[in-house]
């Protein structure tokens, strides 16, 4: 049957068989937040009954505790795992546990705290009485849902006004209600999907502060961004998605020592000094007004050049390390997964 | 303890909707119409009051079942309001079936409202007779509407609002002929018979709950038919929720 029935993404048949088989019900470590073995989803269309591949094969591990933040362009599967792990999507293969629960069960989402992408609310309601909701439907008593709500309203700016309607909400505040609503009942493991989108940089920096405090609390943190510096400056991990695939997991630090460091020497303005044919390509120069800077694309050069510099008689003010960006790794992750695919 | 927390919120839903304050006004002045057209009705005021206010009772009902109801989880999926109930501890039964009783106490209400004011007018005009015959149809067309609102419920946990709308309304149109569908059945040959029989089954039977001739004559009811009324609505009601259950445990919130 391979190979008859192909499709643009993929054929019924690679779908059936293409897979590891199910891990079964037992999860392999019980101390993890978040334990993903060999998750899958895949799509058919109804009427063409062509496959399309949200996620494929996927291995996660989150420590409790942690901070993990999922990385990856739209389409690289992110929203699709953290739905797979909420149980709003069924997966096709593979299995999920979250706090040593099954994912597929209610249990495991007794000590969870969601927050959707761009949530929407009921507008009929106001912001206090959504809150008590989403306490009880938690399991909180009326009562203290209650408390919870009036306290997590006021933790996150909107206690002011807690029988404004949600219809006059603005969609900042709309998200900082979602991320109040997923607080509220005090969970073990928050998974937040875009937590920063819709915020402006007041709200940003008050998420940010709410993901360490619950990361204090010890709150396992999984989350989806496309905010590269809010990623690096909160997680402990970071796992990079491409075309619904885990390419990497690592911390940030490891991930930025990977790339190769690039140096800058600062140098007082002097005399135009011509650099030696062997540096081409590895040394460049930039003539600024006051100063003079060589920007080295390999550490290993730096004591040659360096001691030329100083053997001309430049002055040097400055040498500065210059670390990759997330960012640029990023980047250059998803080219050569674009590279590696179209190969 | 969770479906009642959704039947809560659906409650509510329902009650802060404008559709719903409409349809009470709309069913107040039907029944101030009927009490301005029974001098007309020649003599046949009290069978005109009480059967055009039961009739709008039900037409009513079943308006707010095909302009809400019907988009009551649909709703909730296109909107994606749904996620943040499904990614708590709940199933998707309770959640089913907590739409359900919120959706059926708020035409209960409904009815209720609407009832007691027909109630009132009946025993105003001196029609006392009739009182308990009015409350006993009026029981009757809410049962009636719950079965209704089950069927909503599962073509809208399945389908969008405007094909689940026409779902419904067939159900409702096809139920509403389903003792004349058995006796056509009867008469039809074997297979086609047998067909158009199981069709007839399928759908509710809703002259079952239809008693508004007999209450415009004056005439109560047996304990026994509001005992079978009551029993049927009930197994009806559990099998189309098991059935819509079933379908929207595999379904995938993209």
């Known amino acids: 049957m391979k190979g008859i029935m192909q499709t643009s993404a993929g054929s019924i048949a690679e779908w059936q068989t293409a897979d590891r088989p199910d891990p079964g019900p037992t999860v392999p470590d019980p101390g993890l937040a978040v334990c993903v073995r060999g998750l899958a989803k895949h799509y058919v269309h109804p009427w063409t009954l062509r496959v399309t591949r949200g996620l494929e094969a996927l291995d996660l591990d989150v420590r409790r505790g942690e901070v993990m933040g999922l990385l990856g362009p739209n389409g690289a599967g992110k929203s699709t795992t953290l739905k797979l792990l909420t149980g709003l999507l069924k997966p096709t293969h593979g299995q999920a546990w979250l706090m040593g629960e099954p994912a597929e069960s209610t249990a495991s989402r007794r000590s969870l705290g969601f927050l959707p992408e761009q949530p929407y609310f009921y507008d009929y309601l106001n912001g206090l009485e959504y809150l008590e909701l989403a306490a009880q439907l938690s399991g909180m008593q009326a009562g203290t849902a209650r408390e919870r709500a009036r306290h997590w309203l006021g933790r996150v700016g909107l206690g002011e006004r807690p029988r404004l309607g949600l219809r006059k909400y603005s969609k900042g505040m709309l998200q900082r209600l979602g991320l109040a609503a997923a607080l509220v009942h005090d969970p073990e493991l928050l998974i937040l999907d875009e937590p920063m989108s819709g915020l402006d940089p007041f709200g940003r920096r008050d998420v940010r502060e709410l993901i360490t405090e619950q990361r204090e609390r010890g709150v396992t943190v999984l989350f989806s961004s496309h905010i590269l510096p809010d990623v690096e400056m909160l997680c402990d991990r970071v796992a990079i998605m491409i075309g619904g695939r885990l390419t990497r997991v690592a911390t940030v630090g490891e991930l930025v020592e990977d790339g190769a460091q690039a140096v800058e020497i600062r140098c007082a303005p002097g005399a135009l000094l011509e650099l030696p044919k062997h540096w081409v390509g590895l040394v460049s120069r930039t003539q600024r007004a006051d100063e003079s800077v060589f920007r080295l694309e390999d550490e290993a050069q730096l004591a040659d050049v360096l001691g030329w510099l100083l053997q001309a008689g430049v002055q040097v003010r400055a040498v500065t390390p210059q670390r990759p960006t997330l960012e640029t790794l990023f980047l250059a992750a998803a080219e050569a997964e674009r590279e590696r695919r179209s190969a | ?254």
Not at chain 2, 16 to 44: K, P
Not at chain 2, 173 to 186: F, I
């Open chain 2, 1 to 254: 303890m969770i479906p009642l927390l959704i039947a809560r919120n659906t409650f509510r839903e329902a009650t802060r909707d404008r559709v719903l304050a409409g349809v009470v006004v709309a069913g107040l002045a039907l029944l101030a119409l009927t009490q301005a057209a029974s001098s007309l009705a020649m003599g046949e005021g009290r069978r005109f009051t009480v059967d055009l206010g039961l009739s709008g009772i039900s037409v009513l009902g079943l308006l707010v079942i095909l302009l809400t109801g019907t988009s009551l989880v649909a709703k909730e999926v296109e909107r994606r309001t749904i996620y943040n109930l499904l990614s708590r501890p709940i199933t998707r039964p309770a959640y089913l079936v907590g739409k359900w009783i919120g959706f059926s106490a708020t035409l209960w209400s409904v009815a209720l409202l609407l009832g007691l004011a027909l109630w009132g007018l009946v025993v105003l005009r001196g029609w006392g007779g009739q009182g308990l015959a009015v409350l006993e149809a009026v029981y009757l067309v809410g049962l009636e509407l719950s079965v209704i609102t089950a069927l909503a419920v599962m073509f809208s946990a399945l389908s969008t609002p405007v094909l689940s709308a026409l779902y419904t309304l067939g159900f409702y149109v096809v139920g509403q002929w389903s003792n004349d569908l058995r006796m056509l059945a009867e008469r039809l040959p074997k297979e086609l018979g047998m067909l158009l029989g199981t069709v007839a089954n399928l759908v509710p039977n809703l002259p079952l709950f239809n008693m508004r001739t007999l209450a415009a004559e004056g005439h109560s009811t047996t304990w026994l038919h509001l005992g079978l009324a009551s029993g049927y609505a009930a197994v009806y009601v559990a099998c189309v929720l098991c059935l819509a259950t079933a379908a929207f445990e595999s379904k995938d919130f993209k």
